[in-house]
């Protein structure tokens, strides 16, 4: 491999890298950038640079080369890298992420590269556990079972409130952070249907305010909960259907 010219380094001593740790970086990378594939999942061949994660060129074990694009290799390697954010952590996880992937292709009908596409998508599924998959059914049927006893009620009690805090907690865990938002909203609503039913029910309203006004909101928050069974449902199915 040939270093670029003028890099401050290269007075220092280099080892040179064995033909078998190179061949050992080629075949795990299979000659894919780590810093592309990191940052764009991008799995073209790439002409080959060995960059060194240590910037010490007379590092030469395995665990500290990384295979880059030449464009790559030269911004890891500037100065200036530092500002820019290609850290030699950062580039240490794309490597390990590609690694990764390289060995779940294996045996693909290599380049392929819809079929890569699909790998990437398989990836993704398996990434949904069991565990993970029947914790966000579950929180579904939460919502769900909440909604119904709205429906049911037409109110809701301060322990369902309480439990339907409780039992969603988790969920910002669980899934991204429009479900999170979305059951953070069903919950603000259902606290405030709780107290205007319960000024409706007691006839108990605070001084200057109309209760037409208060029996008003009421309605319009059932109507609202009674098209969260739809909602939901679209919500959560693109979080958890496979
Ligand atoms: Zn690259």
């Not at 060194?52 to 030469?60: Q, V």
């Not at 029996?215 to 958890?240: G, K, M, N, T």
């Amino acid at each position: 491999m040939n270093a670029p010219m003028g890099r401050k380094r290269s007075h220092m001593v280099r080892k040179v890298v064995t033909a078998n740790t190179e061949g050992e970086l080629f075949a795990r990378s299979r000659r894919r950038c780590a810093i592309c594939f990191g940052l764009k999942h991008d799995t073209d061949t790439k002409k080959d640079q060995i960059a060194h994660l240590d910037h010490n060129s007379s590092n030469s074990k395995l665990e500290n080369l990384v295979f880059l694009c030449l464009k790559h290799h030269d911004q890891f390697d500037s100065k200036t890298s530092q500002s820019k954010g290609l850290t030699k952590e950062e580039v240490k996880r794309y490597r390990s992420e590609l690694y990764d992937f390289m060995t779940k292709v294996r045996g693909t009908n290599w380049p392929d590269h819809r079929r890569i596409e699909d790998v990437l998508k398989e990836t993704d599924r398996q990434q949904l556990s069991t565990e993970v998959y029947d914790r966000r059914i579950q929180t579904y049927r939460t919502v769900r079972d909440f909604l119904g006893a709205i429906a049911r009620k037409g109110t809701v009690t301060f322990d369902e409130l309480n439990k339907f805090s409780t039992d969603t907690d988790e969920a910002l865990f669980l899934f991204n952070r429009n479900i999170a938002d979305y059951l953070r909203e069903l919950y603000k609503k259902a606290v405030t249907l709780h107290i205007t039913n319960k000024k409706l029910t007691t006839q108990y309203f605070a001084a200057g305010e109309d209760s037409s006004k208060v029996a008003e909101e009421d309605a319009e928050l059932l109507v609202w909960f009674s098209e969260q069974f739809e909602v939901a449902r679209e919500r959560f199915y693109a979080c958890i259907a496979l």
